[in-house]
């Protein structure tokens, strides 16, 4: 070991890396991060593709032409819930109609209205670790940072780096992470905050306020981050506080866990 | 006299008794290195706040060449690094930025005293200028690379710096040769 250090060419480029690790932490770059860490993401992109296209692609076959057994069960199942949201989707156009004769309905449309782009995740972090993914979506397809990752049943988190081809997405669950919420039925703001566990707690909310376990919160849309209305989670404990604000936490509707496919909030 | 690329493979050389300059490759010590950078350290700090004019002599480079040629490559690239990091700390740079281009400079004198006689006075000068040179290209791509502001100017303080740092590296460290071994006659090195 000692010999195949001293080999000078072992030397120089040990050098040369401790010089331009050195450079790394010192500068940031536009979004504020170390360029280490920038290069360190880029690196491992590939490696993470190259994994998940392996593994994916592995999956998909077995799945298609493999394990059918369940295919005519799921196919029974998507029609029934197809036939359910086209009754869902009249219903929609109707209260659309509805609302379109009220007063200030641009300004509630535009709350409401934002596109999406889908994305695999092709790399997740240990739980123990830190609460990050990688989706294979990056500032090419529109990503920028703090776009908001979401899944049909409810937040994911919002992305903090970005290189052409993925983007590194920071979950809701991540200490410190945070999300404006309000509650669905009497319409109370606070902000949800992610510990680095599974759970969130629901903060700033007055002790004197009701907030029950099994109500549903919601986002505010007052982060800027996050779009009015997607759904965050269900109440599973409510305290009175020492203080004057409760003690509110949260269970996720996602399973953080189980993530396999995300939307990217392109336009809010 | 002027200098002959060869090397200490050359049999004609051998024959001259050229091998025995592979002696020098053990002259530096350690506690030399230390004084070096402690001296050069001083120097700079007062030339980096009292006479700016003077930051054209590139002390260091010039150090790290003498190092570099006396001993070998990993040595070289070593005190390459340590140079180079405290002029980063004396100039208030990014550390590391000085000290990456000395390291390969330091590395690559080393080679070179293994390819180039180097006891004559304008070889001396000649491979000082290249290896300035060099370091000025190694930084100017460590810039752009990290995306940081490169002045208008930069090339032609790098030719000047070259030149500047090229005649007194040439002439200093045949003085400290000198100096350091009153005995040696080097125009009779190869008789």
Redesign the interface.
């Known amino acids: 070991m000692t010999d195949f250090v001293r080999r000078p060419i072992v030397a120089l480029l040990l050098l040369v890396a401790l010089n331009i690790a050195l450079l790394s932490v010192q500068i940031r770059n536009e979004s504020g991060r170390t360029l280490l860490r920038s290069w360190s993401l880029s690196v491992f992109t590939p490696v993470a593709w190259g994994v998940n296209s392996l593994t994916g692609g592995l999956a998909r076959a077995l799945a298609r032409y493999v394990f059918l057994y369940r295919a005519a069960e799921e196919r029974t199942q998507l029609l029934a819930e197809n036939g359910r949201l086209r009754l869902e989707v009249t219903k929609l156009r109707n209260v659309e109609q509805l609302l379109a004769r009220v007063p200030d309905y641009e300004l509630v449309r535009q709350q409401y209205d934002f596109s999406t782009r889908p994305a695999a995740v092709i790399w997740k972090s240990p739980p123990f670790y830190s609460q990050r993914l990688l989706i294979n979506a990056g500032t090419r397809q529109g990503v920028k940072v703090d776009s908001a990752v979401i899944v049909p049943r409810g937040i994911v988190g919002r992305v903090i780096a970005t290189t052409p081809f993925t983007s590194e997405v920071e979950l809701i669950t991540n200490g410190g992470a945070g999300a404006g919420a309000l509650l669905a039925d009497s319409r109370l703001e606070g902000i949800v905050r992610g510990d680095g566990s599974q759970i969130l707690s629901w903060n700033y909310i007055p002790s004197y306020e009701k907030a029950e376990v099994g109500q549903s919160i919601y986002t505010s849309g007052t982060d800027r981050i996050y779009p009015k209305g997607i759904p965050i989670g269900r109440i599973i404990s409510s305290t009175k506080g020492k203080k004057i604000h409760r003690e509110i936490r949260v269970k996720p509707n996602v399973d953080f866990l189980r993530l396999e496919e995300v939307l990217i909030v392109t336009r809010n | 006299m002027a200098s002959r690329v060869c090397t200490f493979n050359d049999p004609v050389l051998i024959a001259q008794g050229f091998h025995r300059m592979r002696k020098l490759n053990v002259v530096v010590h350690k506690w030399e290195v230390g004084l070096l950078l402690l001296v050069s350290s001083g120097l700079q700090t007062l030339c980096a706040h009292y006479f700016r004019v003077a930051l054209y002599l590139d002390l260091s480079l010039i150090l790290v060449l003498y190092v570099g040629w006396y001993s070998?490559?990993?040595a070289g690239?070593?005190s390459?690094?340590a140079f180079?990091?405290v002029q980063d700390a004396i100039y208030r740079t990014?550390?590391?930025?000085n000290?990456?281009s000395k390291?390969?400079a330091g590395?690559a004198a080393?080679l070179l005293s293994k390819v180039f006689r180097l006891d004559d006075l304008f070889s001396r000068i000649a491979v000082i200028m290249v290896v300035s040179a060099l370091d000025s290209a190694v930084l100017y791509l460590?810039l752009l690379l990290?995306?940081?502001d490169i002045g208008q100017r930069f090339w032609l303080d790098a030719l000047i710096k070259a030149l500047v740092t090229g005649v007194a590296g040439g002439i200093g460290s045949r003085f400290y040769d000198h100096f350091k071994f009153p005995k040696k006659d080097f125009r009779r090195v190869g008789a």
């Open positions: 070998g490559p990993a690239a070593a390459g690094t180079g990091l990014f550390l590391g930025l000290g990456l390291t390969i590395f080393s460590m990290l995306e940081q």
